[in-house]
């Protein structure tokens, strides 16, 4: 592909998000694709399916502290599509048949207002949580709409505090004062379109009325300005610390000491986690050299020590993980540090306590090779919420205390597929360097080595997400039941193994990631697992892009690729949506370098005439306003422009997630399985 040929490009109209021209061709292509897949017969039965697994109501509710002995969850099912916010008392919760309160009925709310909400999230003031800051987008989109929120009442706070729909940041000071990150122009978003300026609101105040205490660059990368306030137990303001992105993963940080914003002498690679026992704690991302702190140590500050002299920081270290070993989740509880950490993708969680000025630590006794996730911690105890999950045993809910070690099961997930036949197992294929990449394989135990069995490979590959075992209740039930061989590769770009496994896959070294893949997929079939008539892969946002550049780079090793909201146009991704925030990671088309590398993978500009490419499936959402839609549709156009056949779908809702509630969630994942059944078992 020639500059001149990446600088034609005849399909820039698909960029505007909601065109009609643009919407007019989305609805053609679903309405010459869906009939396609929801003709099959197979089709209605795979819905159901999917369905009832969707809006099951014994699925484990998603709880989180809300003060005191309060849980508080969203859910959504058959009912309530849209879903509940509600909350109930430990007790209740703990005794199997918990009374809940509703506090927002939100398909309630979008039929009274004849809007399309999606919940988004509530932010509380701690430690009633009482007032609430609930997020509301528009079908699923990132921008939201903020009110206040009294959950005492039951309603919305008259005269409360409101934001407009927008990309904001935001906590609370206290009762009467918010941290508000957001844009009153558009001059005050970065090129990204995120808000880069802080502000301090007061109640009663509008936006344009709050005292600006903090300015970012219009230039600046990542996800814009973001504000985090740490307090007490007693709900006491402790520290305000602000994050000014330079690109994807580097930052400045700053103290917000009054009006006044002091820099702090962190490393850019770094991120603050938390506020605990005085100290701040902080991961790396890079070396530390000055310091004598390695890429994915996590470390600690004396926060006096930090007030006082903020331009020379001396770091303690808390945790130096080793080779095989990543810190996935930092939290705090009332006295502890909490942290959940990944040993070869496989998960644990640690606790400790600073005395006599060192760490302790010792290791919560917690269901074994499984991901552990902590889903919430107390602010006002030392109890935590883990979720334990993998691939063949339902998931389950722990209620632990960080500061005795003490620890009870809440829930456990009914089976949702016949599990009794199938083994998971761990496999290593080595890429084209030398480094061995783990790989997880679902099977029948008596699933024949000859390259017959029907696979399907997930990987993701970016922006430190680790891909770690989970229970596959859809695809065990549409996939595995059937036969299939269910694959997920730990390829480099991801965290797996902490920073460095990211870092390896950056800008210039990106090639790594997708050879990690492609040894992945021709390792299956080497073993004997599938064969390439058998061998389908799928993945969405980056894994969007990474199944993109497997098609035009190895499409003789698939017979069926499901993209999913994908990156596509890496020529001109930076000045598409969000595209300028992942600078960091893909590097920027502007810089030669960088941009002959981009050229080398960038799947919109390889497509070729002539080539043994499969029909692929593409998915996005009109209302995707982080990973753009004129991706997936410029890849479609550009197939059709070709002569390739492709199935094609956009929801008109859905955001990022392509599914804006349970049942579009489900429509999709028969969509999905049956274009897979086709293309792999037929």
């Not at 137990?233 to 914003?261: C, K, M, Y």
């Not at 999913?564 to 969000?578: K, N, W």
């Not at 920027?588 to 080539?611: C, F, H, T, V």
């Amino acid at each position: 592909m020639t500059e001149a040929q990446a600088a034609e490009d005849p399909f820039t109209w698909m960029e505007e998000i909601e065109g009609t021209r643009a919407l007019d061709w989305a609805k053609a292509e679903n309405a010459r694709s869906l009939p396609r897949l929801q003709n099959d017969p197979r089709y209605p039965g795979l819905y159901a399916e999917a369905q009832a697994i969707a809006t099951a109501a014994d699925r484990i509710p998603g709880v989180a502290f809300a003060g005191g002995d309060r849980l508080r969850d969203f859910w959504q099912d058959r009912t309530h599509v849209r879903g509940l916010w509600r909350e109930t008392d430990l007790e209740g919760y703990r005794s199997g048949a918990p009374t809940w309160r509703t506090l927002l009925d939100v398909d309630a709310l979008a039929k009274a207002e004849s809007a399309n909400w999606v919940f988004a999230g509530a932010n509380c003031l701690a430690p009633e949580d009482r007032l609430c800051l609930v997020s509301l987008s528009n079908g699923g989109k990132d921008a939201a709409t903020v009110r206040e929120f009294d959950t005492q009442a039951g309603q919305f706070v008259e005269g409360g505090f409101r934001l407009p729909e927008g990309k904001h940041r935001f906590d609370w000071i206290d009762r009467d004062t918010l941290l508000v990150v957001t844009a009153l122009s558009a001059s005050e978003s970065t090129v990204s379109g995120y808000p880069y300026v802080a502000r301090v609101l007061k109640r009663g105040q509008t936006l344009a009325q709050a005292r600006e205490v903090f300015r970012g660059d219009r230039s600046d990368g990542g996800y814009g300005v973001n504000g985090q306030v740490f307090r007490d137990a007693q709900g006491r303001v402790e520290a305000v610390i602000l994050a000014r992105p330079l690109d994807t993963f580097s930052a400045e940080h700053h103290l917000l000491e009054g009006d006044r914003a002091v820099k702090l002498a962190l490393p850019p690679r770094s991120t603050v986690q938390a506020l605990v026992s005085g100290r701040l704690v902080v991961t790396l991302e890079a070396d530390w050299p000055e310091a004598g702190m390695k890429t994915g140590d996590l470390v600690d500050f004396d926060l006096a020590a930090v007030r006082a002299a903020p331009g020379a920081l001396k770091p303690d270290l808390v945790l130096r993980p080793t080779e095989s070993q990543s810190v996935e989740q930092v939290a705090s509880t009332r006295d502890r540090l909490v942290i959940g950490l990944l040993d070869t993708v496989r998960g644990q969680v640690r606790s400790l306590k600073r005395t006599g000025g060192a760490w302790s630590s010792e290791t919560l006794s917690l269901p074994a090779d499984s991901t552990l996730t902590l889903t919430s911690t107390s602010e006002d105890s030392d109890r935590i919420l883990v979720s334990a999950s993998s691939y063949l045993s339902p998931t389950s809910q722990w209620l632990a205390d960080a500061g005795t070690g003490a620890n009870s099961r809440l829930r456990s997930l009914p089976p949702r597929f016949d599990a009794s036949n199938l083994v998971a197992e761990q496999n290593w294929a080595v890429s084209k360097d030398g480094t061995r990449i783990p790989y997880s394989v679902v099977r029948r135990k008596d699933a024949p080595m000859d390259g017959s069995n029907p696979t399907l490979l997930y990987a993701y590959g970016g922006f430190l997400v680790s891909q770690t075992p989970a229970y596959a209740a859809t695809s065990g039930k549409l996939w595995l039941e059937k036969g299939g061989v269910y694959v997920v590769a730990n390829i480099r770009g991801g965290g797996e193994f902490g920073p460095r496994w990211h870092n390896a896959g950056l800008k210039l070294s990106r090639m790594r990631v997708y050879e990690d893949f492609f040894a992945v997929s021709e390792d299956l079939i080497r073993r004997g697992y599938t064969s390439p008539r058998r061998l389908g892969i799928m993945g969405g946002s980056n894994g969007g892009l990474l199944m993109g550049v497997a098609l035009t780079k190895r499409p003789e090793l698939y017979n069926a690729v499901v993209i999913q909201v994908p990156l596509f146009d890496m020529i001109r991704y930076t000045q598409i949506g969000a595209g300028a925030s992942w600078v960091g990671e893909y590097g920027d088309p502007a810089i030669p370098a960088e941009r002959d590398m981009l050229l080398s993978y960038s799947p919109y500009q390889n497509l070729k005439a002539g080539q043994p490419y499969p029909q692929v499936f593409i998915e996005t959402s009109t209302k995707d306003d982080r990973v753009h839609p004129a991706h997936a549709r410029k890849a479609a156009a550009r197939l059709k422009e070709l002569g390739y056949d492709y199935i094609y779908y956009e929801n008109i809702d859905g955001g990022h997630s392509a599914a804006a509630n349970l049942n579009e969630r489900a429509l999709r994942q028969a969509l999905e399985y049956t274009y897979l059944m086709q293309r792999l078992m037929d």
